[in-house]
């Protein structure tokens, strides 16, 4: 293969330099003529939004896994980031509102192509710009999506807050329906005789009646203990005390009797007069202390029997506790089940119930003029961006040489290929 040295290219360049001003100056007039001529100018206009993203409110960590964070996910409104705002922008919805406002007559994807969305780094705002023929058409073209892109964010939100409010409400007419239920059987439940309260007020005056029982076997324990001291202090006194004791009498002491001697014997009352005779007389001490010890022993029998009966009455009475505290705990056990279920119902109830209200301001709030400013309407551009005659001609102008260097080495090359084949023949 027939190499061509750095000196060749050079030598044959400048042989064919006319060759390569003429197809230059024919692609710089060209695009000269197509640019000043051909080509309609494009004007550009832009407008910058500031978007305030929706602070949704936290939720607390005793709530988050509760019915209450799970109503509240219901209601929040979507997390919108910078970069959700930007891809809304270009929606069909607002790109036909554009189509229709500013009475064009082209497809939404020709709408598209005029427009362009871009966020700026580190910051919250997002730019659109508008291309058009007609500088007047760029700064309506901006200004009209910027409205109704506003506009757009906010119906949008409104029908999300809607469909929430509608299932908001569904789930709390469900959740009413379930209440107005449990509550009738609750309501049911305490209609019926020896509910949990009259069990326990009965409980209460049993074990009051036993407290007072066990108190009186206190006292009648401490009587019996009084009684049986003075019983016992009685009895040994009675052994003490002997149950008669002698009195020496003289016949001129008791005339019956003296009579009654005269009158067997025969003798004078002089002579009998003298004479002395022992009585045994029953110790009346000893008698009183034997009536004191019978009369303890009635009150000891009195007093047992006393306490028999109060033991009798406890024993009965702890009976009828034990069977009252079985009814009470399965009472009370169904009792504080349907009150724990009218509780959970009724928290469910009043979190939907908040949750609605809540859902029913954000469907009227305009979230959109909210959350987004604008802070720069779009003007008429005075200048064009497009085209850009002097980049377009520079462009043309390195085209040109290197299309004329490219034609003038392949004519060279070319005929380099077609001398040995003429020679040959």
Known sequence: M?????????????????????????????????????????????????ISPINVGEISAADANGIKGIVSALSQYPIMTIDTYKEQVKAPAVLEYVKKEASLDCSVN?????????AIDNTNIIRITAKDKD????????????????????????????????????EQELEKQRLDEAQEALKNFLAQPRGPEELRQELNSRLDQITGFKTQITRVEMDRAAVSEKLKKVRELLDKTPKYFEVYKTLSDDD????IVKDSSGKKISDIA??????????????????????????????????ENLEKKIS????????????????????????????????????????????????????????????????????????????????ALVLGLMI????????????????????DA
């Open 135 to 170: 500088p007047e058409m760029a700064a309506r073209l901006a200004n009209i999506t910027s409205e109704k892109f506003t506009s757009f964010v906010s119906e949008t939100s409104q029908k999300q807050a809607e469909k929430s409010a509608e299932f908001i409400k569904s």
């Open 316 to 395: 009965e009475g702890q009976k009828t506790v034990e069977s009252l505290q079985a009814d009470l705990a399965e009472k009370q056990q169904v009792y504080d089940q349907l009150s724990h279920q009218i509780y959970l119902i009724k928290q469910t109830y009043d979190a939907y119930q908040q949750k609605y209200k809540e859902a029913m301001i954000k469907q009227s709030a305009e979230i959109g003029k909210q959350s987004i400013i604008v802070v720069s309407s779009a003007v008429a551009p005075e200048n064009p961006v497009a085209p850009n005659k002097g980049m377009n001609i520079a462009i």
């Open 110 to 118: 020709i709408i598209a192509g005029k427009l362009d969305v871009k």
């Open 404 to 423: 004329g260097v490219f034609v003038v080495l392949f004519k060279e090359y070319w005929l380099r290929d077609e001398k040995p084949a003429a020679i």
């Open 256 to 259: 019956v009797l003296m009579g």
């Open 274 to 307: 003298g004479l002395t005779m022992t009585e045994y007389e029953i110790n009346e001490e000893y008698t009183s202390l034997v009536s004191k010890a019978n009369n303890y022993e009635i009150n000891l029998t009195e007093i047992n029997a006393r306490k």
């Open 2 to 50: 027939e190499e061509i040295s750095l000196k060749e290219i050079v030598e044959i360049i400048l042989k064919g330099k006319w060759i390569i001003a003429v197809i230059t100056g024919v692609c710089v007039l060209l695009t000269g003529f197509a640019s000043f001529f051909v080509l309609s100018p494009q004007y550009e206009a832009e407008t910058m939004l500031m």
